[in-house]
């Protein structure tokens, strides 16, 4: 069984030999991020943000399928609204209410 003592030298060594390893690859590690940073067009100032997402482009709304009114309409997608329940509820088809493309 090891000692204390032991193990404190083994953890030493080890660390010791891990501190080497990373002095060795890290030189080839900076070109490696470097390069991908310029294949991938990334910044500095982008890798600095902390925890902020890149803006991406902005959406565009989308389009409506079905209106029953100017102030009533469902693009299709999401929780059902009212008054596309109510009509469903009554045995009618929404299809009626779907907006030509």
């Known amino acids: 069984m090891s ?3 032991e193990i ?3 953890i030493a060594e080890l ?3 891990a501190q080497e ?5 890290r030189k080839a590690v900076i070109d490696d991020i470097k390069a991908k ?3 991938y067009d990334i910044t500095v100032e982008e890798l600095e943000r902390k925890g902020r997402a890149v803006k991406s482009a902005p959406r565009s709304p ?9 102030n009533e309409y469902w693009v299709g997608r999401g929780p059902k609204p009212q008054w596309v329940k109510s009509i469903e509820s009554e045995g009618e088809n929404i299809e009626l209410y779907r907006v030509p493309e």
């Open 3 to 5: 000692t204390l003592t």
């Open 8 to 10: 404190q030298a083994q």
């Open 15 to 17: 660390q010791k030999q």
């Open 21 to 25: 390893i990373i002095n060795v690859e």
């Open 37 to 39: 940073m310029v294949a």
């Open 62 to 70: 989308s389009p409506i399928k079905y209106r029953k009114s100017e």
